[in-house]
């Protein structure tokens, strides 16, 4: 096997990369967060296509979109699969409406509650994926739901973090005792795996429990077990595609609106831009809806430069080589993990003048630069998230409604700039959130409050 490796490498080096130590390779160059950030600093040496190596593993690292596509979307039979981490693999082994009532929710929230921000949006987005995944109506305030989906997803989240556990690295620590050195991850992934159980039977057993009384909403889940082929052999699939929904769901589109708020609070003369054309779009009697979408590209300018200065998945979504491949003369093994970089191709000085500057205007020239939506933000080819339109459309209704009624001002505190580095605004987990941050929110006009109480019968 060592003398096919050493052939197949003479033929076809590794993509070029920096030196590692013997046995760990690169491992511990990586830091725990903000590895978009040291992987850009190794770009600059090595170029947008480069590996590192993690105990033996090949982790191809790709800065360019172009690049990107051909393993994604070109080579997509080769580069479908993600990896299998198994840590992550520990959960599983072993065993919209027309004018956005939830958006409206969350906006009596803000009028209440305005220094609760992230819990009132993670409230928003968890709604949004319980009921687009189960019908589920959560309640204002606690919900049994949200709290267990949001542990869920914070301890999903950790098992995704490059370097969090040993044993993805070290797959042979999975056969060895708990009181083994290394080993504490057995007892966290039973931790984890227990609650993830409950997240996946839960909600599910709750719909066909309304299924039998005729009283389920409609869902991803009612649908699948109401359609004519379902069998009860696929109840196991039909979970995990749930749970995958809302996973996917709930805490990007979180971190995202999040995000934009910091941004509009970052940037007053974008807010006040934005709030003039919903004002002459909507006007200050009714709320705005889906429909007036097409009429406010200032806003959706503003979303769109959201999403390319704050990228909420700054490492894409990671896959993994099917088979050995070669590209441009260099050795991809099989195996090999495929790993955008995609928070450096949303900064790329060359496609967006001053990239760590948030500029709307950018998107409203007649050949804008490439969208982060195409091939950065949501990933590309086979893989691609499947939300992409129901994350903009929550994105636009969530913005909207939020700047047509509600002002965001800095505050003694408050940051002062969009600051990305490791001790600036941001998290630096996988799935980048902003770190809480202080702001005032002000109710814009009598009118407007109003109108946030009109939706008291909703609720
Ligand atoms: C701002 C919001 C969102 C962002 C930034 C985001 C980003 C991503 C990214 C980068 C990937 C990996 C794609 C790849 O490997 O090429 C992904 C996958 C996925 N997303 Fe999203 N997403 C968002 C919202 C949503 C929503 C609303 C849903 C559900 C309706 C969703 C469901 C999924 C699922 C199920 C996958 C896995 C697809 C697969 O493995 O085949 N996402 N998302």
Known sequence: YVGYQFSRQLRNP?????????????????????????????SKQYGSFYSLNFFGKTMVVISSPQILSEFTEKRHLNYSERPKLPMAQALRDESGDGKGLLSRRMMRAMLDNPT???????????????????????????????????????????????GAFMVDLLPFLK????????????????????????MMDIPFNMVQEQLKRGTAKQSFTTDLLSAEDYSADKDYALKTSAVTIYGGAADTTAGQYHGFLLLMMLYPDARKKAQQELDRVVGPDRLPDYSDRD??????????????CHVVAPLGGMRVAAQDDVYDGFLIPRGALIQPNAWQMAHDPEVYENPMEYIPERWLVPNPPLHPRDGISFGSGRRICPGIVLAESSLFIGTAMFLS?????????SPTFFDQSENGVLDGEPLCHPKPFKSRI??????????????????
Request: proline residues 6%; positive net charge; contains cysteine.
């Open 442 to 459: 002000k109710v814009r006009s009598a009118k407007a409050e109003a109108l946030v109480k009109s939706i008291d019968h909703e609720l």
């Open 295 to 308: 009429r406010l590209p200032y806003l959706e300018a503003c979303i769109a430069e959201a999403m390319r």
């Open 14 to 42: 590794l993509p070029p990369g920096p030196n590692g130590l013997p046995l760990v390779g690169n491992a511990l160059n990586v830091p725990g967060s903000f590895q978009w950030l040291k992987f850009r600093e190794w």
């Open 175 to 198: 056969h060895v005792p708990t009181w083994f050195p290394g080993a504490a991850f057995k007892t966290t992934a039973n931790v984890y795996r227990n609650n993830f159980h409950e």
């Open 405 to 413: 009624l509600f002002d965001i001002y800095a505050v003694d505190g």
């Open 116 to 162: 609760n921000l992230a819990d009132n949006i993670r409230h928003w987005s968890t709604s949004l994926a319980l009921k687009i995944a189960y019908g589920y109506e959560t309640k204002s305030g606690r919900d049994e739901f949200i709290t267990l989906a949001d542990t869920v997803l914070r301890q999903f989240a950790h098992t995704q973090k490059p």
